[in-house]
């Protein structure tokens, strides 16, 4: 410990719209500095092709570590997460001879036959469920089209990709994270599904090894170790929960997701298992709608002035809808909203609604309350899905995103609906944080994943953060 500093462990977090560094502080939690950056690396994004430039986004996360570490030399590790799902190929040097096919990416859902897609086709040949956007539903689709880069030796994610560029090695590694991510993989005995791959021609020739727990994949030129990649979801959940085995989190920001922890295995309708860092797993319900669904409703009252009262360069009326809110709650004859609008992973065409219509409740404010109702109702229904046992041990709700953090109205609705306290951590940067505690781990700094949230601070209830909060888009 040098002049009152503890040791500091930077994460990354390279995410789809930005990209976020953390400098964080052990023993004690505290986040010394943080820097976020536009990810502006799009190369495609036509409804169908997501594609961003990884050699861009690598000059962005460069940057960022390099601010960091000019401000914290001696820093002790870095640790890295990222947008889960989406793949690149690398050639035998471990230089990108691709875009990064994002989890946007829906090339999957293109026709391959005359029965079906893509995705239908994979489910059809294998029995495995998958879905557009997948890493290795879009690997197959671009070997079917004969797309591959012929240069192409390995696919990897793009946090692998820049924890091995950064480590200075040149062959990607993966976590049981990541690998699950991108579809085949049997989360319960932890390995590619081999059979399923050479059913449908792809084999394991492309796929990097796997690497579990915190595992060093090199140093940066300053020799500062950095340790494998895991995925965004595993570190938010790292960087947000104190207690595991008793909260369940909900992240909500442009999507939405429920998240819980379990030492053993377990499978449950419309949830998804995953890969747990350093052993356990994650129960996963995953809304594309969240805060987009708010953002909606809000773009849908600008328009209404800009149109009718003829106002141009309406500024963003998050505030004003919270204070409707605060003006006509609480309210009789609530709306029913499915805030279903963007569909859902498995339904894609599915589309959302609102009901209950009446005379007395067709009201701006009836619809802010509604939509935000619909948001917790919608995670609501993913937390009923777990297994009795999950749901009898939890003891608090652990919130996390924009739309929670900004939002007071909708902690509120989400305490009450699912019937649990909320805390919301006070470091927002919270997958950044869950990547720097994971090279904690890897360094011996912290015990484990499943302990590292001890070092967290939370707020609770109606002591959550509440500066500027009702100035933020979501």
Known sequence: MKGGIGVIVIGL?????????AALELPGGRLLRSVTRPNNAWLQADGVRAEQDPERIMTVVREI???LTAQYPDAAGIGIAGQMHGILYVDRSGKAVSPLYTWQDRRGLEPAD????YVEWLARETGRPLAAGFGLVTHAVLARQGNVPDQAAALCTIADYAAMRLGGGSVPVMDPSMAASIGFY????GRFDTQALNAVGLGEQMLPRAVSS????????????????????????????????????????TGGQMTAYTGRYCAAQGLDTRPFPGG???????SLSGGKSYAMLETFFRSVLEWFGDVKDVPPLYGKMEELLDRFLPM???LRVST?????RTEPELTGSIGGIGPDNFTPAHLAAGFLEGMAEELFDFYKRLPDAMRGRMRRLVGSGNAIRHNRHLRRICEERFGLPLSIPRIAEEASVGAALHAAVGLGIVKDHRSAGQCLAYDYGENAPAKSETDHGY
Do not use: M
């Open 13 to 21: 977090d390279i995410g789809t719209t930005s990209i976020c560094g």
């Open 65 to 67: 570590l390099q601010e």
């Open 114 to 117: 005359d029965r079906g897609t």
């Open 186 to 189: 049997d989360v319960e005995h």
């Open 214 to 253: 915190a595992t060093r994949v090199g140093a940066t030129d300053r020799g500062i170790p950095v340790f494998h990649a895991i995925g965004d979801n595993q570190a938010s959940f790292l960087g947000s929960v104190r207690d595991p085995e008793q909260s369940v989190l909900i992240n909500i920001g």
């Open 280 to 286: 356990g797993y994650l129960i996963v319900g995953a």
């Open 332 to 334: 009789k004859s609530p």
């Open 340 to 344: 279903r609008f963007y569909g859902t």
